[in-house]
């Protein structure tokens, strides 16, 4: 619990910041406003009117927090209007897109490690289909998916996958390799197999390397499934949110829906890091 | 035939800085049995030999042959236990897990595996540590684990390099008994690397004296002491110190000190 | 249906060519072109053979071929998105959002305070996906690249953090009491231990960001931009179903971030060399 | 039987003709049933037809046009809205008072297929939009009316049903406000109408399918008109995302009415020549090349409109 | 007032597998300019207690004073260099840049760095050496390096856990006698660990024995060798022989075997 209180300190300071800038980014408006009305706006007037707009630039710390609270707390959950129902099936297919991206970048680090000729030809191509702007071919992967007959999570899943499976692929890589040439030889002389030398020396010596692109790469996973939402219609999840809200230029809600997926991020990643600690310390790796 | 044989053996490193000779036409055969010693200054390729025996470096010159066969083959043979010169354990397993680690790839059963533990843990006064992680350990508690790991499986050929180096003369004493016991016992071949004069003298069977820049063999000397029976007295007789002083002055030639 | 044939033989002819390749000669020079090259050259014709042979829409999925036909004719078009976007956009972002990232980790690492304070922090704002906060910098920053620049910004900040810290924080006992018995100052120790050992994780951070870059700077165009620029191109193309147009862009877009990350891989190996990983092979 | 219709944007009164349709019964009374999917701005109508994901989608002609061209034969089986709601809002201080005004000012345009009409009208003014000189700076516009409200640009693309009152909602009000309807400008191009292969049609059931997907939506189409406020609160229901508010939506409905008014649902010929004459006239990059063939079938409506 | 001052000192790890007593009611003081060995069986705290004194461990009770203040303000004053049991080069420098770093940190001149370095590493006999990286030396050379890393600067004490203990013999006597001349000319303090006994009493003013579990101080020699005087042959005498002896005995007594 020592760290309550530097978060605290951090968000005050934060807080404080950005009631500044709100004030500094709503003002414009709010003087145009007034000229408008060929009025004058005293300081007081102006502090009050850039914390109550309605499509502020910048929503004020309060109103943002009270959008999160009505979408999280004023609703059913089942409700469409509820943040947790969208933050449910934004999760759902997060979960299973990192899954599968996990998966598919340790088998493939696994590969190239192992595998000369996988190592010398599949790493340029991995690295040329992170490039590929996603929200570009988002909506034919949707389309072609759907022709398919394949609806509903996996699409949102396999456009996740494709994002988190590559700074799981290049962490493991590295962390793969990071063994000196002791630890290697030691098994040598074991003339242990590929498998035992993945098992007992490549895997273990690969985990603090394998938890920090984890945690890049459930993050990126969210990121993916929200990129995917907005093409799989734009009808659930937290994309989804954020996009009508950005269409109806309700800039709380949008923010609401922003807090709500990076606070689901902070969370997969607290997570994740939890589960580092707890290995870390049973491989007598925690510092 | 010999168990170890090298004829004309080189090996040059490529560094940042021009080629190290670091074997120059090395001959050397072992026979089944023998206990021979390496012994010469620092940085002589007394390491790079044994790793060459190991297969774990390719010579760039010469042939080499393990059992008759290829060293690579005889590693995949699994002829060999190997002690480093650094302890090299792995920091996330415990101490028995360490040991444990040669036991596990090479199927052992379980029970097996802990009663074997459990035996060399003592062999190397290390009882009640095999719980606890590696930097919990003090170098040369560290160095005995390795050792112990390297006894837990039965090798035909035991490579040892400088394995009692960072322990005190009473433990050292004390192991170098017991490895004498363990190799009329089993009568296992051992290569061993060490600094101490009256080590190799004390253990060998044959001692070779090795020489820096360019590193190569100047010396192999054949123990005239009895094989079987060696008690630690042994070492304040005539003979073993004429044996010592031989070596001590073929290390002494190899030093840039005299010239 | 003979085409998709052509291919699939095509494919596994290739792969045995590879593999034998890589075998016996692993460490040739050409080899190390080659091999990759005649992957993607197997990739493509696959590609080809699938369309051709399962007679896919050109709306949907255009050829290898025709894409390369469009990328001829307007090869002016593309330049002038690729510096709109990638020189402009991309880079500005990148060079910033990672210098950031660089000395937030090192704030960080230096303060326990902040570690505890602004680590979770940290993490929550760097989480907030693109899509998001795409629109709301392009009201902030205006339609041009500099909105671009700062949606790259906050791409990148997170994984090189995240690394930055794993990396400083990857120091061992021995070499830190080192140090401690030196009395060395803090930024003694920063520079002459802890960043030379966070090395080889700042550059997995880098080189992953370097995706990230160019996949910022694109979809952030989505959400308001100029008439020009790799992103814009691509969203204008795909509503006219210039389905080859858009694949050009994407190949540039694929060339680029594949020479920008084989930059940083040439730069992480002259600066870690020393590590296992790089030492090996 | 089953229909896929594939919406142009999200879900929202602007279709609210087909929600009504569904949640009344009038599908089921043809023995129809119908998925109705929602678009959005990466949703490319016509790219999704020819994946073969819908059978039958809203989308503006002049997009659908283009498409044709492209190789992607779409054919118009039904047309439900008869005007345009296309305008450009543009902010009085900046001094534009008529389209001469617009040199040297930074517009706000639709891509993605929307960007046709804009396009069109500018050429027929002569005013360059490859920011050469005396021409106007053109912006791709995002989802929503920020860079009017912003000052980022002096005009933006709008919607008479959408956006201009998002615009006025935000707080401006229609005095302080310039707008241009394409419907005014003589520059107005089809919107929303009803699209399928033409590759589908040849096939009779197809055809029939069709008959009474057309003959159900326009009794929705009316139903809607005539009872604005229960369609807007079935499109409500209708919303998964759960962002859009009442009263955004009744208003909404009110002025989708105007559109639909002149409309039973049949194409006027008349209107389709208009509209190909102001894509052809385009200038130096018109959206189409020629006069397309076979764009359109009155056959649809005719059968169910008997 | 003596330069290190032990009292009471007691040390207690907390592992995984209970508490383990490294240090039990150590109480020690060093003079200015002596030259204090430290000897005993693997495991008895030795590396422990140089930490201490180093302030890289904490005490979990009694007082250590080095120069007086505490040992953490003794390490800011820079008063000592220390060579740890394993070498600890740094892997991206070379073996001079590893030997510069404590010039750079102390803020040396360019000129005089490299000027202590190439006389250092004329020394440890590794001249020619400066440019390779550290895994490109031998297990003893890496372990010269470091002893000429922490002879690079002048440090009032010296603290070096067995420097030596990779060395063969030839070059043991070598930087035995090396160290004894620098050790004169600079009257330095030296506290060094090894696990030697003619090297501790051949080095030492003052011969500090030690036993495990826990570990603590069994006895305390004061040599009675002359102490400017001390040729390699001074190992014959009998009076030297009678200080090993006792060594011998002390250590004897520390190991489990005997009892
Ligand atoms: N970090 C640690 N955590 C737990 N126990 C430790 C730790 N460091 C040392 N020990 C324990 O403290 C005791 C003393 O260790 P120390 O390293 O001081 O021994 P030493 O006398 O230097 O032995 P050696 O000659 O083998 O180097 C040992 O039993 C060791 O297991
Ligand atoms: N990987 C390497 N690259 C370059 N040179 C090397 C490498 N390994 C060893 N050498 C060089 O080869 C020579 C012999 O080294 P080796 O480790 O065999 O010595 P050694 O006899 O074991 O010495 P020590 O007793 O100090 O352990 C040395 O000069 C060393 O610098
Ligand atoms: C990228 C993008 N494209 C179009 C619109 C505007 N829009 C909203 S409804 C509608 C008519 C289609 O039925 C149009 C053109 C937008 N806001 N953003
Ligand atoms: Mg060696
Ligand atoms: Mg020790």
Not at chain 1, 115 to 127: C, E, H, Q
Not at chain 3, 177 to 183: G, Q, R, V
């Amino acid at each position: 619990m020592k760290s309550v209180l530097p978060i605290l300190t951090v968000l005050a300071a934060i807080v404080v910041i950005w009631y500044g800038a709100a004030v500094g980014l709503n003002s414009k408006w709010t003087y145009d406003q007034a000229a408008r009305a060929g009025q004058d706006v005293s300081f007081s007037q102006l502090v009050t009117d850039t914390m109550t707009q309605e499509r502020p630039v910048l929503p004020a710390p309060h109103q943002v927090a009270k959008g999160l609270w009505e979408g999280v707390a004023g609703q059913k959950i089942t409700s469409k209007r509820s943040l947790v129902y969208h933050g449910g099936v934004t999760f759902s297919a997060t979960m299973a897109g990192f899954v599968l991206g996990a998966v598919a970048g340790i088998l493939l680090a696994v590969g190239i490690v192992h595998n000369r000729a996988m190592d010398m030809s599949v790493m340029p191509w991995a690295i040329a289909s992170q490039t590929i702007p996603i929200l570009a071919i988002a909506p034919m992967v949707i389309v072609v998916l759907a022709s398919l007959g394949i609806k509903g999570l996996l699409p949102k899943a396999i456009i996740a996958a494709y994002l988190s499976f590559f700074p799981i692929l290049v962490g493991m890589v590295k962390g793969l390799r990071a063994p000196d040439g002791m630890q290697l030889d030691l098994l040598r002389t074991y003339n242990a197999s590929g498998s035992e030398t993945f098992w007992k020396l490549r895997l273990p010596s690969s985990m603090p390397y394998f938890f920090a692109s984890l945690k890049v790469g459930i993050a990126a996973a969210l990121v993916g499934t929200i990129v995917a939402e907005l093409p799989a219609g734009a009808t659930q999840g937290l994309g989804a949110r954020l996009l009508s809200g950005s269409y109806y230029g309700q800039t709380i809600q949008i923010w609401a829906a922003l807090f709500a997926a990076a606070a689901l991020a902070a969370v997969l990643v607290i997570v994740v890091g939890a589960i580092e600690k707890v290995v870390l310390r049973k491989m007598g790796m925690a510092r | 035939m010999p168990v170890i044989e090298a004829k004309d053996l080189n090996l040059t490193f490529q560094t940042n800085d021009g080629p190290v000779h670091a074997l120059k036409d090395v001959n050397l055969a072992i026979e089944k049995g023998e206990f021979v010693s390496f012994i010469g200054p620092s940085g002589c390729g007394k390491t790079t030999f044994l790793r060459c025996i190991a297969a774990l470096e390719t010579p760039t010159g010469g042939s080499l042959t393990v059992n008759g066969m290829s060293p690579d083959d005889a590693r995949k043979a699994r002829s060999y236990g190997y002690v480093f010169q650094a302890a090299g354990l792995y920091p996330w397993r415990t101490i028995a897990g360490n040991i444990k680690l040669p036991l596990e790839i090479m199927g052992y059963s379980r029970a097996e595996m802990d009663q074997r533990v459990e035996k060399v843990l003592d062999l190397v006064d290390l009882g009640g540590f095999g719980k606890k992680f590696p930097w919990q350990l003090s170098g040369g508690m560290q160095q005995r684990a390795s050792i112990a790991r390297a006894l837990a499986f039965d090798a035909e050929i035991l490579l040892m390099d400088e394995p009692f180096g960072a322990l005190d003369e009473i433990v050292r004493d004390k192991l170098n008994e017991e490895l004498l016991k363990l190799w009329k016992r089993t009568e296992k071949t051992i290569g061993f690397v060490t600094h101490s004069i009256p080590e190799a003298v004390y253990l060998s069977t044959k001692i070779v004296v090795m020489s820096p820049r360019p590193g190569r063999i100047t010396d192999v000397i054949d123990s005239t002491l009895p094989r079987d029976e060696r008690p630690l007295e042994i070492r304040d007789s005539a003979e073993f110190l004429a044996i010592a002083h031989r070596v001590r002055e073929g290390l002494r030639a190899g030093h840039a000190y005299d010239e | 249906m003979s085409a998709l044939i052509i291919a699939i033989v095509f494919w596994v002819a290739a792969t045995a060519l590879n593999g034998w390749i890589a075998r016996t000669r692993p460490n040739a020079r050409w080899a190390k072109l080659f091999v990759p090259a005649l992957f993607g050259a197997t990739l493509l014709i696959l590609w080809e053979g699938l369309v051709r042979g399962l007679n896919v829409s050109p709306v949907i999925l255009p050829a290898p071929s025709a894409i390369a036909a469009r990328f001829a004719e307007s090869t002016d078009v593309l330049w002038g998105d690729f510096a709109q976007t990638i020189l402009k956009g991309a880079l500005a972002g990148y060079v910033i959002g990672c210098g950031a990232a660089v000395l937030v980790a090192i704030a960080i690492d230096r303060s326990p305070f902040l570690k505890r304070g602004l680590l979770p922090v940290g993490n929550f704002v760097a989480a907030l996906p693109i899509v998001g906060i795409a629109p709301i910098l392009v009201m902030w920053f205006g339609f041009d690249w500099q909105s671009k620049a700062a949606v790259v910004v906050m791409m990148v900040f997170f994984p090189v953090l995240v690394n930055m810290v794993a990396g400083l924080a990857a120091t061992d006992r021995l070499q830190r009491d080192l140090m401690a018995t030196y009395s060395a100052s803090y930024s003694q120790t920063l520079a002459k231990l802890r960043l030379p050992a966070a090395m080889p994780f700042l550059f997995n951070g880098l080189k992953i960001a370097t995706t990230l870059a160019l996949i910022g700077a694109i979809v952030a165009e989505f959400f308001g931009s100029p008439t020009r620029g790799m992103g814009f191109r691509i969203s204008t193309a795909v509503g006219q179903l210039d389905m080859p147009l858009v694949w050009s862009e994407i190949a540039v877009a694929a060339l680029a971030g594949s020479g920008f990350f084989g930059l940083m891989a040439l730069i992480e190996k002259a600066v870690t060399f020393w590590h296992p990983s790089q030492r090996r092979r | 039987e089953e229909v896929k219709l594939q919406l142009k944007w999200v879900t929202q009164s602007q279709f609210a003709g087909y929600y009504v349709a569904k949640e009344k019964g009038f599908y089921d009374e043809e023995g129809l049933e119908v998925t109705i999917m929602p678009g959005g701005p990466d949703i490319s109508p016509t790219q999704v037809m020819a994946g073969g994901g819908a059978d039958v989608t809203v989308d503006w002609m002049p997009s659908a046009l283009a498409a044709r061209e492209k190789g992607l034969p779409l054919v118009n089986i039904a047309q439900p809205f008869k005007s345009s709601g296309m305008m450009l809002t543009c902010l009085k201080e900046t001094g534009i008072a008529g389209p001469e005004d617009f040199k040297g000012k930074t517009l706000g345009v639709w891509f993605g297929g929307n960007e046709y009409p804009f396009l069109s009208w500018m050429a027929t003014l002569g005013i360059p939009t490859d920011g050469s000189e005396g021409g106007v700076t053109v912006l791709k516009q995002g989802f929503n009316v920020d860079p009017l409200l912003q000052k980022q640009a002096a005009c933006i693309s709008t919607m008479t049903y959408n956006e201009y009152w998002q615009v006025i909602d935000a707080g401006l009000a229609p005095e302080d406000l310039v707008t241009f309807k394409y419907e005014d400008e003589g520059v107005a191009t089809l919107e929303d109408g009803l699209y399928v292969l033409e590759s589908n049609l040849a096939d009779p059931a197809f055809k029939e399918k069709m008959v009474k997907f057309v003959r159900a939506s326009m009794k929705g189409w009316k139903y809607a008109e005539e009872n604005p406020d229960e369609a807007a609160g079935i499109v409500l229901d209708n919303d998964e995302s759960g962002a859009q508010t009442e009263a955004h939506q009744k208003r909404m409905m009110g002025e989708i009415a105007k559109l639909t008014a002149g409309s039973n649902g049949a194409l006027d010929p008349a209107d389709y020549e208009r509209t190909v004459k102001i894509l052809l006239g385009g200038g130096s990059d018109p959206v189409i090349s020629a006069a397309p063939t076979g764009a359109y079938t009155l056959d649809i409506t005719d059968e169910a409109l008997k």
